[in-house]
């Protein structure tokens, strides 16, 4: 009984990871175009935020929200695989 518990807990654990990790169908996948561009964890414009990490060229960003004072809100792929903002300018509006 106690194993059937920890694999239905572990089980939901990685449902509620995976979905919270997963963008929704609304937002736009593109990719970055220059050679490389930090993703911050708050706006870079407002204090006690930090880089959470480095988007380079060929990784993707997913936008979930429109653009502020150059920058965009969404989910950023590659090695970061989290949430933050990332410079509009270096993502391709072509992809």
């Not at 593109?30 to 407002?46: I, K, R």
């Not at 990490?53 to 965009?72: I, K, P, R």
């Amino acid at each position: 009984m106690i194993k059937l518990r920890a694999l239905v807990l572990t089980l939901l654990c990685v449902l509620a990871v995976s979905a919270a990790a997963a963008p929704p169908a609304s937002a736009k996948r593109l990719a970055v175009w220059c050679g490389s561009t930090y993703v911050w964890s708050g706006h870079p414009y407002v204090p006690n935020n930090w880089v959470v990490g480095a988007l380079y060229a060929g990784q993707t960003f997913d936008v979930m929200s429109g653009t502020n004072q150059g920058y965009a809100w969404g989910f950023a792929y590659g090695h970061v695989n989290r949430y933050g903002w990332v410079e509009t300018r270096c993502l391709n509006p072509f992809s």
